[in-house]
């Protein structure tokens, strides 16, 4: 494999190990004896290590030791987690992370190892679990130590796939490392009999000396085996420790991430097999059950999935979106051909496309997860900072969303959880007083609701006072005195994601700078989607985002205007009307009508868009004219056409190369004849 | 009016020659994506005048830039000539409408000299340069500043000038 894409795979890979770390010692701190997750952070500490050891990164490499360390203590009951550790050890996943990133311009970060960069940590992290450099290589009494750096067996490529393929089915392999009675006599009987205890558990694949020099007995007393089974390490030593004239039995998992041969792979293991050493428990620790997602996927994950890269996929998407336009056009010819089979035929195709498309749309989707998995550590970071004690429940994590939306959604969805923490949840004395929990709860859930994703943010902490809103709002200009006091609770409410606004006394680190929540509107209503706010106050707040499913491609109404034909996005669109002349109002000289109850000024769009030689519609009581409500957000519109033309759906282009004005366009769209519609902007209209 | 020689090595550059109110232009080769016949234009709302429109292209929208109307030259139908020069800039694809293409020629980089600099109220930083081949004057403009200006341009000035130059020969 190139060294570019070996390093492509380690980041990827280090990655996921990183987050394992980083959830799991944030689940560890409310949870501090979860034997199956210690067991966890300390396989991705240890598999990170391997990985790192093999590709070179020493800084990582050195780091991760540590922190294994103090997996290691932490999972065999001899330290016991609390915050300080938790801290330290989440310092220490930070500048991992920062490695990572790292590798991605230049090796040099993770190659060299710094002490500067790391010593001071690595000094702290020492001090968790207690162990310095000379003590770690330490050994229980009774337990010889096993020379290490002699008789390393590696593993050519067949081997390798081999086991590699046996982890994937959830075994584990094993390098056991057995030395023989100092005047053991009819050694290859020994080694005869190890094999056979070893190959009713397990099966053998590899032996250093091989198997027919130990026939020969043509070693001397110790030789190593790698063996791949479902036991566990302890199962394995202890029934070879019951064979007689066995001196010493080490038995250390590998790690299928860095089978074969490397000098650094050899220092590893050497560390590791110290590592396992010490601890030398003679408890049989109750590992992972054999097939168990623990030990199957050492990688992180042992779900089926194929890494693709993004520039790929979109190509494939584009493709999809250019056939689907295509058969429209097919479609139409088909109908007109008049010919049964080719009908038929036709038909066929369009289900297929139909198919074709819906499984494309698929591929952009990812779950939201990736954006939720940043949370708890922002949250719990801040909390503390702040001196306030929060706690995040998180639902619908694995909700979908197109892929371009879930990248845009992360900075405003950090903004509401940090005006959470900032403004919302209030310090512990005095919620006490108020009679709540001291630990505030931030709420976090995402759902599919028909067409959207519904993704909610609720507090428990001061809610919003809208007086204070009023108030505000008439201080900075925004709406004046009289028209603050009059409006509706909701209406104030909606204030605060006027541009300019804050009510922060003053303004702290994380947010109250005024121009937190109108970035937030903007960039969700940027997607297609809106924000809503409710509140009580002293109960809590909640804000409700409704995003759209996917970008790509949009269900459009195709409307007439002159000559010239334009697609509205159906999700703008609230109702279809024909209105009479008669219906018509006029206020302040511009023509207006009532619908359900509201005022609605006409737009023509005409008159907005310029077409050439438009001019309005005669609005006598004997004529109706087509008019669309559409609404963004809460404001509402009426827009007026010439013609309706029809649904469909379309494939959105976007229009680059122009460094003109594009108002009121969002986009555009081919059409079936081929000729090109412009995809209407109606936020910028009303 | 001597050429200023544009660098120290000359290169062979190939041109493509299209003409707009009879005077010959040319743009770099490696500039042209495709030449096209004249189509359907659907009108781009609020762009400024020399903006044709957007067309399809194999199912990208690339914005048309009427080089007559970027020039202030009286609007004429189109003729069998007419062509869409289809050329990439920074910014993506743009398409030129042309009176016609005239083919593609080879001229030496010691051949282009630069834009005469008494051309009237124009920057000359609208222009790369001035080819000479034979008696042909070609105007090499430089298509970014051209697109990504505002500015109003007289075409007459330029030719005035460049003619200028044709008859001090």
């Given amino acids: ?686 | 009016m001597a050429a200023i020689s544009s660098m120290a090595v000359d290169k062979e550059i190939q041109l493509v020659v299209f003409t707009l109110y009879g005077e010959e232009f040319g743009v770099d080769i490696m500039q042209v994506k495709e030449i096209i016949k004249p189509q359907n234009i659907t009108r781009l709302p609020h762009a400024p005048e020399f903006v044709a429109g957007v067309i399809n292209l194999r199912g990208d929208v690339i914005p048309i830039v009427d080089l007559r109307k970027r020039f202030e030259l009286a609007k004429i139908e189109n003729t069998d000539q007419t062509r869409i020069i289809i050329v990439e800039i920074a910014n993506g694809q743009v398409g030129l409408i042309v009176d016609s293409v005239a083919e593609v020629l080879r001229i030496q980089s010691s051949s282009i000299g630069a834009a005469p600099a008494n051309i009237a109220g124009l920057k000359t930083n609208l222009l790369k340069g001035i080819g000479k081949l034979d008696d042909r004057l070609l105007i090499l403009l430089d298509l970014e500043e051209l697109l990504s200006t505002d500015e109003k341009l007289q075409l007459r000035q330029v030719v005035v000038s460049a003619g200028g130059e044709r008859d001090e020969k």
Avoid at chain 1, 42 to 61: D, P, Q
Avoid at chain 1, 106 to 115: L, N
Avoid at chain 1, 358 to 385: E, G, T, Y
Wanted: net charge negative.
């Fill in chain 1, 1 to 686: 494999m190139e060294f570019a894409q070996a390093r492509e795979l380690f980041i990827a890979e280090a990655r996921e190990y990183i987050q394992t770390m980083n959830d799991g010692l944030l689940k560890l701190e409310q949870n501090p004896e979860n034997q199956t997750l210690l067991d966890e952070v300390f396989r991705a500490a240890h598999s990170l290590k391997g990985m790192s050891a093999t590709m070179g990164y020493e800084s990582i490499v050195a780091l991760t030791h540590e922190m294994e360390n103090v997996f290691d203590r932490l999972r065999n009951g001899t330290l016991v987690l609390n915050s300080a550790i938790v801290d330290v050890m989440l310092e220490g996943t930070d500048k991992l992370e920062q490695a990572v990133m790292s590798l991605s311009e230049s090796d040099d970060g993770a190659t060299g190892f710094s002490e500067d960069k790391y010593g001071d940590l690595i000094q702290r992290l020492r001090e968790c679990s207690g162990n310095s450099e000379v003590e770690y290589r330490q050994v229980q009494p009774g337990q010889r130590s096993i020379p290490s750096g002699g008789n390393r067996i590696t593993l050519d490529e067949f081997e390798t796939e081999v086991a590699r393929q046996a982890v994937e089915r959830g075994s584990s392999i094993y390098e056991i490392h057995i030395v023989l009675r100092e005047n053991c006599l009819l050694k290859s009987v020994r080694v005869f009999t190890v094999f056979k205890t070893l190959e009713e558990m397990g099966d053998i694949l590899k032996s250093n000396p091989p198997a027919q020099d130990l026939d020969e007995e043509k070693f001397d007393r110790e030789f190593g085996v790698i063996v791949i089974s479902q036991k566990s390490g302890d199962e394995l030593r202890a029934a070879i420790e019951g064979i007689s004239e066995i001196d010493s039995v080490d038995v250390a998992r590998m790690d299928p991430a860095n089978l074969g041969a490397s000098q650094a792979q050899a220092r590893a293991r050497a560390q590791a097999q110290g590592s396992l050493v010490g601890t030398g428990k003679p408890e049989v620790k109750a590992e992972s059950k054999p097939g168990n997602k623990g030990e199957a996927g050492a990688s992180g994950s042992s779900e089926k999935i194929v890494r693709v890269e993004t520039e790929r996929l979109d190509k494939l998407i584009n493709l999809v979106g250019e056939l689907v336009i295509n058969r429209t056009r097919v479609v139409q010819t088909g109908k007109d051909s008049g010919n049964a089979e080719h009908q038929s035929a036709i038909e066929q195709l369009d289900r297929l496309t139909t198919d074709l498309q819906n499984a494309v749309m698929k591929l952009r989707m990812v779950p939201i997860k990736q954006v939720f998995d940043r949370f708890p550590r922002m949250i719990r970071d801040l909390a503390r900072s702040e001196g306030k004690s929060v706690q995040l429940v998180m639902n619908g994590a694995e909700t979908e969303l197109d892929r371009s939306v879930v990248n845009q959604i992360g900075d405003p969805l950090v903004h509401l959880i940090r005006n959470s923490i900032d403004h919302g949840i209030e310090p512990p004395e005095i919620r006490r007083q108020k009679g709540k929990p001291e630990m505030g709860t931030i709420r976090l859930e995402a759902r599919h609701e028909g067409n959207h994703v519904v993704v909610e943010i609720e507090d428990d902490g001061a809610g919003i006072d809208s007086a204070k809103i009023r108030a505000k709002a008439a201080e900075k200009g925004i709406v004046n005195r009289d028209e603050a006091m009059k409006m509706s609770d909701r209406d104030a409410l909606k204030l605060i994601f006027s541009p300019g606004f804050s009510t922060a006394e003053r303004v702290s680190d994380v947010s109250g700078r005024g121009v937190g929540m109108d970035v937030v509107r903007s960039a969700i209503e940027g997607l297609g989607g809106s924000v809503d706010v409710s509140t009580k106050v002293g109960a809590g707040t909640r804000f409700t985002l409704q995003l759209p499913l996917t970008l790509a491609i949009i269900k459009a109404l195709l409307v007439a205007v002159g000559d010239e034909t334009y697609a509205v996005p159906v999700q703008s669109i609230r109702e279809n009307l024909r209105i009479s002349g008669d219906k018509t109002k006029t206020v302040h000289g511009h023509p207006v009508i009532t619908n359900r109850g509201e005022v609605l000024p006409l737009i023509f769009l005409g008159e907005v868009l310029e077409t050439p030689g438009y001019s309005r519609p005669e609005m006598g009581p004997n004529r109706t004219i087509p008019v669309m409500v559409v609404s963004f957000g809460d404001r509402r519109g009426a827009l007026v056409v010439d013609r309706i033309l029809g649904q469909q759906e379309v494939v959105i282009k976007s229009l680059n190369g122009l460094t003109w004005n594009t108002r009121d366009i969002a986009g555009a769209t081919i059409l079936g004849d081929g000729k090109v519609a412009l995809i209407l902007d109606v936020a910028a209209m009303i």
